[in-house]
């Protein structure tokens, strides 16, 4: 169990004791707790320090002034220095005192976010979450791993020639990107940066993410609970202009540049979007003459960003991070295997580097396997690291499907994108299993910590987004947990400040948007109307949809382009599908925004617009116009993965599988872990006449993998699936249609066994068959 030494002076006892008294013995060295009756001795304190993990240093005056406290400074720098403590925690509890005081050693002053604290609940919250992040660190191996880094030594070239270049300009952002997750970015910039001497090797950078929904109003508060303005708190971003939103971020970006603080930004599609362009809101927050000629923020990126944007000399580097080559990756697996003390012969090592294919996190998940599974059962599995997309997310479900309670926490976190520790302990109680769980969590890398005290957590994006597509519920107990924890927090008054839990605050305003309760304006962030607009498509109710749209695009004027253009977006998606009298005038005089609107960074959204015309017309039932309008799409983005979805459905819609069958195996291999991509191609190639001996082994793989989903669906599209290999493969008619009758009995919901056994009858040609089914199941029968 981590522990805390208090370093202070005595004179400030009253406060610090109640702190240690708070922690108890088992977590704190603390003079009247922890030493002997007397005085302490310098050996007592070092024998203190050698067992502590985290330093605390309650900085007063009368601190600064203690020869006994400039021991324990000098000790623990030491002991830092030789990494026996993992984590400091400056604070200032004297109000006379300056971060800028002289006093203050500088290796403290540099790396670490020095707040002044007033409040003893505080203080005591943020040392017990360093001290969960210690425990994390302290008994995984990973220490070790994190540490070894290998290879990039083009890329590290690369990065001094743009640090160091011919105008002798340090650019203000740092870039490092990639699609795939736990290919190393974050890893890349902090050993680059520690290598360049602008960072030392004790930083702890602070995260802050930020997601495709979320703009610069997300991007202050984020800022603001690491360092805490009360003004901000005050602001209704409602009414203020973006260009004071900019003015105050830049003034909070300031508060970090001056304390040498670098802002590293997890970044998924809200700041590089999907087509390169960085928004202007950033772009323009970079180009401050007090951000000149130094490193302010590292920014972690899915996507390329746009060369014009980067080209502009003294604002952005930017650095693509691929995969290690055979020998990097031989390297970190082998020192990984000596960090775990794991033995294993020449042929197992080759065995499994024959399956790494170049990221970091594959190395993790095959000692992961390696240590908690039998070396037997650890081959069998390891085969699922090969591919490159989510299937990987898949294999580390499937790692973990045994442990109900780490699958139920992963479920927890993909519903909330920020959480904290409370929460999670709120929902899951606080014990020895639960600690366990999240230390298993930590060390597969599913999840990283959040501000500059570690207090929240966020889940990986791409684990996040494969659980809430499968639809993935909480067990109920759980589940009421955390309706109980929503009702309490609903009936107190939603307000926003220094002592918030800003998760809370987030579960709170989202529950209320969903209940349709009114907001404050002053919290009328768009990003939170964005997120709950898109939750409420995905759950049918577009009526919800189009009132919470139309509540955003009343301030347009005040938020990013961006911003407007995804609202509208979802507001033409939602008259697509709610066919209400008036909504089809509505959509088309929304849809022109799309086909006009050419934004300040000279791209035009006419591809939004085709799509949008396309989807209109497959939920109007008229597929000839919507293929004419997702193959435009197609011919400016080939890759346009929406409209190659959507126009694989537009074909199986009129009965053209073999027209479907190329583009279905595309999107399928693209995503195979997505069940319906599996599906769509399963129903194209099963179909196909005469059918090689290699495509009747792809139809079993398909099943296979649709029943190792875990999409709360799977079952319904595997008996679809099954019933179609017993018709169109075995020639098995009366099993095909006992099995999906079956079904259709038990579950009286099922579209795809009904789309199924509705096609069985056309082609026996069992006419009568097909109108009582239709007459069984007339809301299947509407949707069919």
Same mark, same amino acid.
């Given at each position: ?33 922890? %030493?002997?009756?007397? *005085? ?101 191996? +990973? ?42 970015? !974050? ?15 004790? &930083?702890?950078? /602070? ?145 499994? +580097? ?43 479900? #499937? ?17 909330? *994108? ?15 299993? /639960? ?41 109920? $107990? ?16 939603? *307000?926003?400040?220094?002592?918030? #839990? ?26 939170? %109307?964005?997120?709950?607009?898109? !939750? ?11 009132? +919470? ?28 599908? #709610? ?36 989807? &209109? ?12 309008? %997702? ?51 399963? $129903? ?18 398909? +099943?296979? !993998? ?5 999409? $709360? ?72």
């Amino acid at each position: 169990m981590a522990k805390a030494f208090l370093s202070h002076s005595s004179a400030d006892k009253n406060l610090v004791e109640i702190i240690a008294k708070q922690l108890g013995r088992n977590r704190c060295h603390y003079d009247s707790l922890t %030493f002997e009756a007397g *005085e302490k001795s310098i050996d007592e304190i070092f024998t203190g320090l050698e067992s502590t993990d985290v330093f605390v240093l309650f900085i007063s005056d009368n601190a600064l002034n203690s020869e006994w406290v400039k021991k324990e400074i000098s000790q623990a720098k030491h002991l830092i220095d030789r990494q026996k403590i993992s984590r400091i925690f400056p604070l200032i509890i004297d109000k006379t005192i300056t971060y800028n005081d002289e006093r203050i050693p500088n290796w403290i002053k540099k790396p670490y976010n020095i707040q002044y604290f007033d409040n003893q609940v505080l203080i005591l919250k943020k040392i017990t979450q360093l001290l969960r992040e210690s425990d994390f660190q302290k008994y995984t191996h +990973l220490k070790n791993i994190n540490n070894s880094f290998v290879g990039r030594n083009n890329l590290l070239g690369n990065f001094e020639e743009k640090l160091y270049n011919a105008e002798n300009v340090i650019p203000s952002c740092l870039i490092s990107y990639s699609y795939f997750d736990g290919i190393g970015r !974050r890893t890349f910039l902090k050993n680059a940066m520690m290598k360049a001497n602008i960072i030392d090797k004790w &930083y702890e950078p /602070v995260y802050i993410p930020i997601n495709s929904k979320e703009s610069i109003e997300d991007f202050i508060y984020k800022l603001n609970f690491i360092e805490k303005t009360k003004e901000i708190f005050k602001y209704d971003f409602s009414k203020e202009t973006l260009e004071t939103k900019i003015t105050i971020a830049k003034d909070l970006i300031k508060k970090f540049v001056s304390k040498n603080e670098i802002i590293f930004i997890v970044d998924d599609g809200g700041i590089i979007l999907p087509n390169t362009i960085i928004v202007p809101w950033f772009y323009d927050l970079l180009s401050h003459e007090d951000f000149y000629n130094q490193v302010n923020i590292c920014l972690i990126s899915r996507y390329r960003p746009n060369f014009r944007q980067t080209n502009d000399s003294g604002k952005i580097a930017s650095f693509q991070v691929d995969e290690l080559s055979p020998n990097d990756i031989r390297t970190l697996f082998i020192q990984s295997l000596h960090a775990y003390d794991i033995k294993l012969n020449t042929d197992d090592i080759k065995f499994f +580097l024959n399956h790494l294919h170049g990221i970091p996190g594959q190395v993790t998940y095959a000692i992961n396997l390696i240590k908690s599974l039998s070396l037997h059962e650890a081959k069998k599995l390891v085969s699922d690291i090969k591919e490159l997309d989510e299937y990987n997310v898949l294999a580390l479900l #499937d790692f973990l499907s045994d442990d109900t309670l780490c699958i139920q926490i992963l479920i927890a976190l993909s519903k909330i *994108e920020i959480i904290s520790y409370d929460i999670i302990y709120e929902i899951f109680g606080n014990n020895e299993e /639960v600690s366990r769980s999240l230390q298993k969590l930590f060390d597969l890398s599913l999840f990283y910590n959040v501000s500059s005290t570690h207090e929240y957590l966020k889940l990986n994006t791409s684990v996040s987004d494969y659980i809430n597509r499968s639809q993935l519920e909480l067990e109920n $107990k759980y589940n009421l947990n955390l309706k109980e924890f929503v009702s309490k927090s609903l009936q107190k008054p939603l *307000e926003l400040n220094e002592n918030t #839990d800003y998760s809370e605050f987030l579960i709170s305003l989202e529950s209320m948007i969903k209940a349709k309760q009114p907001i404050p304006s002053k919290y009328f962030i768009p990003s939170f %109307f964005l997120k709950s607009i898109v !939750r409420e498509y995905y759950e049918g109710n577009y009526d919800t949809v189009i009132d +919470l749209s139309n509540q955003i695009l009343q301030f347009g004027n005040k938020f990013d382009s961006q911003i407007i253009r995804e609202t509208k977006y979802w507001l033409c998606s939602a008259y697509c599908k #709610d066919h209400r009298k008036g909504n089809k005038d509505k959509f088309f005089e929304e849809i022109q925004y799309f086909k006009t609107q050419i934004n300040e960074n000279e791209y035009n959204n006419l591809k939004d617009y085709n799509f949008l015309m396309g989807f &209109y017309y497959r939920n109007s039932d008229q597929m000839e116009k919507a293929e004419e309008y %997702f193959t435009k799409v197609l011919s400016s983005d080939p890759n346009h993965s929406r409209s190659k979805r959507e126009l694989v459905s537009v074909y199986l819609r009129q009965g053209f599988y073999s027209k479907a069958l190329n583009l279905a195996e595309e999107n399928f291999k693209k995503s195979k872990s997505n069940i319906h991509h599996i599906n769509a191609y399963f $129903k194209c190639l099963v179909r196909k006449s005469d059918l090689n001996s290699d495509e009747k082994l792809t139809l079993k793989e398909l +099943l296979e !993998r649709t029943a190792k989903n875990v999409d $709360k669906r799977k079952d319904e599209f595997h008996t679809a699936m099954s019933s179609e290999y017993e018709y169109f493969i075995n020639h098995k008619v009366d099993v095909a249609i006992a099995d999906l009758k079956e079904t259709l009995k038990t579950t009286k919901r099922s579209i795809h066994c009904f789309k199924a056994l509705s096609d069985i009858y056309r082609r026996i040609d069992a006419q009568d068959e097909l109108t009582k089914l239709n007459r069984l199941y007339p809301d299947l029968a509407k949707q069919h």
